[in-house]
């Protein structure tokens, strides 16, 4: 099946420090790219959908000046967590939908990246 | 609104059949989607349904009723690594998934 790889897995930052997250599509072109953040215990929750090419659409209650979303081609979009603070401490989860013919809405996740900010 | 329901946790034997539900009501139904969960892992694809029946793939089959808005997960032979929580996921007429919270399924020897 198709891959997405995220990076870094694992990062621990000063309160204060910005964090860049990227994911990357591996054997497939996406046109569509969508980051998570999941708390533990709880669901995935949908923060924005990246969009090659144009302004990422945040969800509501998504800070977007926090959470820069940037995705410039269509193997890699990157998630910027700007002045971060204990309470952004998360698992971010990245996900992307193949482009191309018999798109079932699928979705490949990436491993995703576990932030902790001291 | 848009809302996705299935049980917050379950426990079942190693070796049984354990039958996860999900029902939803969406915006619209172009597929309902099953992943798997293990703590501080990103979710894995398990199934896909579009049409009404049962879809089986291996020890994991799932089944659609889109009249009735309901989907279940039905896992045998239960193992001791399938303890991982369950996610249901509906994609709406506008092809966005909508999560549900999960189902944490616990497996005792």
């Known amino acids: 099946g198709a891959v997405v790889s995220q990076h870094p897995s694992w990062v621990i930052c000063k309160s204060g420090t910005s964090v860049k997250i990227e994911c990357r599509s591996l054997?497939?072109?996406?046109?569509?790219m969508f980051w998570y953040r999941q708390f533990p215990k709880q669901s995935l929750m949908l923060m924005a959908t990246?969009?090659?090419?144009?302004?990422?659409?945040?969800e509501q209650g998504v800070e977007k000046d926090k959470f820069l979303i940037n995705h410039a081609s269509l193997t890699l979009s990157t998630l910027t967590v700007t002045s971060a603070h204990p309470e952004d401490s998360s698992f971010y989860i990245c996900s992307a939908r193949a482009t191309g013919g018999g798109d079932t809405g699928e979705l490949f996740f990436g491993e995703g990246s576990r932030l902790t900010v001291l | 609104g848009q809302n996705i329901d299935q049980p917050t946790e379950m426990t079942a034997t190693e070796g049984a059949i354990v039958q996860i539900n999900c029902t939803y009501q969406t915006s619209g139904f172009n597929g309902l989607f099953w992943y798997q969960q293990h703590a501080g892992e990103a979710p894995t694809f398990l199934s896909y349904n579009v049409l009404d029946g049962l879809e089986e793939k291996g020890r994991f089959s799932s089944f659609l009723s889109r009249s009735k808005g309901y989907s279940y997960l039905l896992l045998k032979e239960l193992q001791m690594k399938d303890s991982a929580s369950y996610l249901c996921a509906v994609t709406d007429s506008n092809y966005q998934l909508i999560w549900g919270a999960g189902t944490k399924l616990i497996i005792k020897p």
């Open positions: 054997d497939f072109q996406a046109t569509t």
């Open positions: 990246s969009n090659e090419g144009s302004k990422a659409t945040y």
